[in-house]
């Protein structure tokens, strides 16, 4: 039952495939002088939010754009999508990106594993979803350029077409794909992967082996049992340095969600504090932000066709608290975010929504409204179909929070006040072995280090129906090291010289300075028109 004096905070949400009511759950009241914050919902009224909830297709499977610089641009075939490309942006099946001379972009899968786009270049995510039983399907399609991939084997079937040649890494592998003359060239820096042209070619490249592909002969091609170095190669090892900063030290708090691996859990881990407050269990809030702090202060609503619009924060840790959960202010401290059930895969098969929900809201507060999509209905005869603004940008609140930058030191967390008592936020307690990508997985560590933490002894869910999540047995691999390996005899291409424009080289280190470039003009984008 409702409480009489309840204060809504309503998300408003109009338009676009679900055209339904915003996502509202309320939870008790407040007035102008409570500090206390509210219980949560109780039954009712959880199944209340949940049927005012759109459920998302299941067939719709989503992942992140986790870092982006300089020009991007996002075609959906040979429709402009987005003309810039955003951090946390999310990436579905058949979007294409194309990046400028001075284009720099990551996609970062679920379990960690990544795809790197250098300058003027481009690939196509082919095959984006999630099987019934949870297993996903990654295809990727490199149209043009320079592409690196790191795929850790913990989850997931990936592959890499180029041509007429695919890519399956067959372990935890690094390889980079090169197009940008005759021949491609395929480089394997770590582990094994197997390439096949659905014909006569089977070959299975190994650790520090590269082969050049003739493009123009199907089927021939020339492995050699070395990889030329590229100036390129240092930014993808800075980029691992980078994801490896986030995910040195981990808390327990993303145990008890569907999916503890997921790489996103390293990002709040890093920039924010967790807190046990019962009868809520894990919150967590960002570090360096005070209780006049919006959560909806910087970011952009962005047009998916088939979803709507959902949210992408401009914040760098702004994946999960958007796309999962719910948001709830407390008058003693501020904002907090509570993950909850549908940060999981179980409920719906995907663990992704288009935005959060948001519970309790101080006064006179509303989050930012939904933009509405155009009817296609009163058109006149004549008239152009009316199309949805594809990127709808959101700047308000303080800007002047101190968050922690990557690789600065971290700002002292507060306490937060409940019930009498103070509550202190959890402490990072699981050491992960670093190394990017390939690096070992929150499961194994945890497993190695506190087993206790999966035995459900200790874990305090955000809903008590939720079961236990047990891990499975890594696949990871920490040998690196290939012994004892023969090539197979190669047959060699001998096509004729054809010339390779210039690539703009990559200067910079793993010590955060500043990174020059020197690029060559763009070449004209591979189909599709700017919006």
Known sequence: ?????????????????????????????????????????????????????????????????????????????????????????????????????????????????????????????????????????????????????????????YSVRFGPNTVIPTDSAIFRISLDGNPADLAVTHGTVHVSDGQSLALDVRTNHSVHFDLQAPGQYEQLQSVAADTWDQWNSDRDQALATLEENATTARASTGNPDDAAWNDLDYYGDWYNVPGYGQGWSPSGVGDNWDPFGDGAWGYYSGIGYTWISGYSWGWWPYHCGAWNWFGNYGWMWFPGNNCGFGSIGVGWYPYARVWRCPPNYRPPSRPKVPPVHGIPPHGPLPRPIPLVAVKRGQFDQQFRSLGGVKPSPRSFEYDGRSINPAEASIRVRTGGPLGEGFTSATVRTHPEVFDGSNVRMTNPGRSIYQPGASRFQSNRSTTGYTPPPTAVYRPAPAPVAPRGSYSGGSGGGTVHYSAPPPPPAAGGHPH
């Open 1 to 157: 039952m409702r409480h009489p004096s309840t204060n809504h905070c309503w998300f408003r949400a109009i338009g676009g495939t679900f055209a339904m009511i915003t996502l509202v759950a309320s939870l008790s009241a407040f007035g102008q002088e409570q500090s206390v914050p509210p219980p949560p919902p109780d039954s009712q009224q959880a199944s209340q939010a949940s049927q005012q909830e759109p459920p998302e297709p299941s067939n719709v499977r989503a992942v992140r754009l986790s870092d982006v610089e300089g020009k991007v641009q996002v075609f959906n075939g040979t429709e402009s999508a987005f003309n810039q490309a955003m951090p946390n942006m999310p990436a579905v099946e058949g979007m294409r990106f194309v990046t400028g001379d001075d284009g720099r972009l990551e996609i970062q899968f679920e379990d960690g594993s990544v795809a790197r786009v250098t300058p003027n270049s481009s690939l196509t995510l082919a095959q984006l979803h999630r099987n019934p039983d949870g297993s996903t399907v990654t295809a990727i399609d490199a149209s043009a350029g320079l592409t690196y991939y790191e795929m850790n084997g913990r989850a997931g079937q």
